[in-house]
């Protein structure tokens, strides 16, 4: 989530996986050529044994990114209609894990059982999303039914939808399924069979230096431009706020993001709080004139234990189990343009970095950077690092750094916001804000082991179940509530080379 659906300029690595050769489009998602092959098509092996792959996950287009155009009276309609998609297909692949004693002996069981009722389902809801935004004024595209049909991902294929493929960055490819969970069984791994499974992570001794251009802006911003910098201190949710909505994605709706979130900053973020109840809101932030809201997906260790909310929405009854770990360092930090001055940030302005479905979205929108404290150098995307002992995890977030002027958030939650061209500079008219980079430590993650291919008290972070704890999910929030008078001191700062808190 949260970047405009131009071509991705985002130095994320694209060295693309053996299996995207097999990659075809239809129907709005993504279809294996080897999943539908034909008896001539697959030297000799029959189209029943093919299709008899077992399915591991659901990929179902995201019609969320595909409405770019929804009148401002139909989104909080809208929203409502989009999060039961996604409760649909949580619904979906929940009783595609359920029922793989049924798949084992009847071929077409997932597309009769599992698929077409979610078709069926979709059908009805994407409907009631033309009708809100027709009667809002606004005008539904004709075709909304096309993204109703899911597709089944076989185990071993990557996920990427789009065409994008997966990516490799020294730790091999990307499996769905077939990796062992704690408990050593077959499946799609993890301590509630939906991930992470072992070749999610990678030492990270054995990625290599650079291999990874950072994300724009996290390197030096250079001689020219608005080279000074805004730190702000929040804290790492010692308080222990979390839940499982998402007021930028689905307002109005509780556990719209179906997987827990830590806040810093804001302390009234909930689905339903308004951005009267933000502005008014308690802040952690040291500085009481920051009360903008800094939210991510938590980091879990899957070693066989349960949380608080093991029986309970965004949690257990999500596909996310384990100890929730929060982290032991939060870093904020809002940098300037390498090119020029930038702006101040209008009040409620929202942003959303990286997307919770890259794994089945494919990596238009993905913005991840996993390292080890130490190993920095090292970032890698799609993998989860292991660290050395007297290391800790890291990730790092650089926010999108250009705003069209006009809008503090958009229908699809990216079109009002941009990454920097490579030369540093905002296109289509858009105007330079402070980039917000997020680094979060974590010394209290164990490195996991792998032993003779099975995982061992793995981490992970909190997804949607269908997109399986793959590491390339991971995201970032940010809803802008500096007072006036902090956000033009900040700007200062920055367009003054000076370094400032």
């Known amino acids: 989530m949260g970047r405009n659906t131009r071509k991705r300029r985002m130095p994320l690595a694209t060295k693309v996986t053996a299996g995207a050769a097999a990659l075809a489009l239809g129907g709005g998602g993504l279809v294996w050529a080897n999943f539908y092959a034909s008896a001539h098509e697959d030297g000799g092996h029959d189209r029943t044994k093919s299709r008899g792959v077992r399915v591991a996950t659901i990929n179902c287009p995201d019609v969320g990114q595909k409405l770019t155009k929804v009148p401002r009276k139909a989104r909080r309609g809208v929203a409502k209609e989009l999060a039961l998609l996604d409760r649909q297909i949580t619904d979906a692949y929940t009783r595609l894990a359920e029922t793989r004693q049924a798949q084992a002996g009847d071929a077409g069981y997932v597309d009769n059982a599992i698929l077409g009722p979610l078709k069926s389902k979709r059908t009805a809801t994407l409907d009631r999303i033309g009708i809100n935004i027709d009667r809002a004024g606004g005008k539904a595209p004709r075709d ?111 556990n719209g993001a179906q997987h827990q979130h830590d806040y810093v900053g804001n302390q009234a973020n909930t689905a339903f709080a308004g951005d009267e109840d933000l502005a008014n809101g308690d802040t952690t932030c040291r500085n009481q004139g920051d009360r903008s809201s800094y939210f991510w997906p938590v980091l879990r260790i899957q070693d066989g234990t349960q949380d608080i909310d093991q029986g309970q929405p ?9 100890k929730i770990v929060a982290p032991t360092a939060a870093e904020l930090r809002f940098v300037g343009n390498r090119t020029g001055d930038v702006v101040a940030m209008p009040r409620a302005l929202r942003i959303i970095t990286g997307d919770a479905k890259a794994f089945t979205n494919g990596l238009n929108n993905a913005n991840t950077a996993w390292s080890c404290t130490g190993f920095e150098d090292r970032q890698v995307t799609d993998k989860y690092p292991i660290c050395p002992e007297g290391s800790s995890v890291v990730r790092t977030t650089a926010f999108q750094s250009c705003w069209d002027g006009q809008n503090i958030d958009s229908a699809n939650h990216r079109t009002h916001v941009d990454f920097v061209e490579a030369d540093g500079t905002c296109s289509n008219g858009f105007r330079a804000i402070p980039q917000l980079q997020v680094r979060l430590v974590y010394d209290n993650i ?34 802008n509530f500096f007072d006036e008078d902090l956000m033009n001191r900040m700007v200062e700062c920055i367009n003054s080379g000076q370094d400032c808190q």
């Not at 802006?217 to 805004?230: C, E, H, I, K, P």
């Not at 965004?314 to 189990?321: A, H, L, R, S, Y």
């Not at 269908?466 to 590491?471: G, M, R």
């Open 144 to 254: 909304l039914g096309r993204f109703a049909r899911c597709q089944g991902v076989p185990a071993g294929q990557p996920g990427g939808g789009n065409g994008d493929g997966g990516q490799d960055q020294g730790g091999g490819g990307q499996d769905n399924g077939g990796g062992q969970g704690n408990g050593g069984g077959q499946g799609n791994g993890g301590q509630a069979e939906n991930g992470p499974v072992a070749d999610d992570f990678v030492k990270i001794e054995d990625v290599r230096p650079d291999s990874r251009n950072l994300p724009n802006g996290l390197a030096a911003n250079g001689d020219g431009g608005s080279t000074g910098s805004f730190t702000t201190e929040c804290g790492t949710n010692e308080n222990a706020l979390r839940n499982s909505d998402n007021v930028i994605v689905a307002p109005g709706v509780s």
């Open 314 to 322: 965004g949690g257990g009854q999500d596909g996310n189990v384990g």
């Open 446 to 479: 164990p490195a996991p082991r792998i032993d003779d291919g099975r995982l061992v008290n793995p981490y992970a972070v909190d997804t949607f179940p269908e997109q399986l704890h793959k590491p390339i999910t991971d995201h970032n929030d940010f809803i």
